[in-house]
């Protein structure tokens, strides 16, 4: 279980991936429903659980979706809208689970909603990226954005960016293929790390391929953020259940998360474990044969065998021609008090 607003990590010292399950609209606008995808989500150890804010009026003009004979999306994002009480009931039912509460605003008059009811953090959509009148809204808040960027050129981007800059420094990127699903010799993850140094902020993968794999390799090449649609069973209706994943695999998404914070440190100094390894592992520069006192050594005396626990083999070559001190019995790991 995350503690409560365990967002503001994502602009911390901590190394650890902000895992956000997304139920988007799998959740079919059922309340009820949703609390159970909230307790699936939590159980699984995500750290946040986003679903959408539709105001339709606000977020799409009628007519002109029908101009692009899509005015059944018109109607069906009416459909799913959520009214504020519902906004409270699910924060409310996030925080009693220890689960931040997202959610991705479609307009401005969203956003506003959004932060009545406390929302820890903006979730942007892709569609967004270039409506400035949201954007300037939710930074004004004074609340973290997490931007996805699915459809946009790299200078699209920067440019929201800069735009945003103006107003916080607390915003993050997804990198993102808005491809449903995405095919996955279309997820090019080596963006990820092309906008890392782009755009000097934290930057996630929002993953809408099947399965987890993508996602898990997104970590590896270093994701502060997972974004995967989520479900508590794919054979419920509706477009988005076939991208998303069930609660075991979320919860063995989490699990790599934590195997990739652990296993991304830089390169050390061998532990402990391994230098009591190396003592036998390595070799040491070993006598042939009984050698006594005064002789020169050369390569018919001696040789290079385990333990390291005498000169290193490494030393071979420099200690041909040196002298013995003492007299040292054949198959002797040999110290440097031996020779002169």
Request: charged share 25%; net charge negative; aromatic share 6%.
């Amino acid at each position: 279980m995350t503690n409560s607003n365990s967002v503001e990590r994502i602009f911390g010292d901590s190394t650890d991936p902000y895992i956000i399950a997304e139920a988007g609209v799998n959740y079919l606008g059922r309340i009820d429903l949703a609390k159970v995808f909230i307790e699936e989500a939590a159980a699984a150890g995500a750290d946040a659980i986003k679903f959408q804010t539709h105001i339709s009026e606000a977020e799409m003009s009628a007519s002109g979706m029908e101009s692009l004979d899509m005015g059944d999306l018109y109607e069906r994002m009416s459909e799913q809208e959520l009214s504020i009480e519902d906004h409270r009931t699910l924060q409310q039912y996030c925080r009693s689970n220890g689960i931040d509460f997202l959610s991705t605003p479609f307009s401005a008059e969203a956003v506003k909603l959004l932060d009545e009811v406390d929302t820890p953090a903006y979730k942007i959509g892709s569609g967004e990226v270039t409506n400035y009148h949201v954007l300037r809204t939710a930074a004004e808040t004074g609340k973290p954005l997490l931007v996805s960027t699915g459809m946009h050129p790299m200078s699209a981007i920067e440019n929201a960016a800069d735009f945003i800059d103006q107003y916080t420094d607390r915003v993050a990127f997804f990198y993102c293929v808005s491809e449903y699903p995405t095919p996955i010799g279309n997820v090019n993850l080596g963006a990820i790390q092309e906008m890392k140094e782009a755009l000097d902020a934290p930057i996630g993968f929002s993953d809408h391929t099947q399965g987890i794999e993508a996602s898990v390799v997104a970590l590896a090449q270093g994701a502060d953020i997972i974004e995967k649609h989520f479900t508590i069973d794919r054979r419920l209706p509706g477009g988005d259940q076939e991208v998303s994943i069930e609660p075991d695999e979320l919860q063995e998404l989490v699990e790599y998360a934590d195997v990739v914070v652990k296993t991304s440190g830089d390169r050390v100094p061998p532990t402990e474990t391994e230098a009591e390894i190396a003592e036998w592992a390595r070799h040491s520069i070993v006598s042939k044969t009984a050698i006594p006192q005064g002789t020169e050594l050369t390569e018919s005396n001696i040789t290079t065998k385990r333990p390291g626990t005498g000169i290193p083999a490494s030393e071979f070559y420099d200690v041909l021609g040196e002298t013995t001190t003492t007299r040292i019995e054949a198959d002797c790991v040999i110290d440097r008090t031996d020779l002169v």
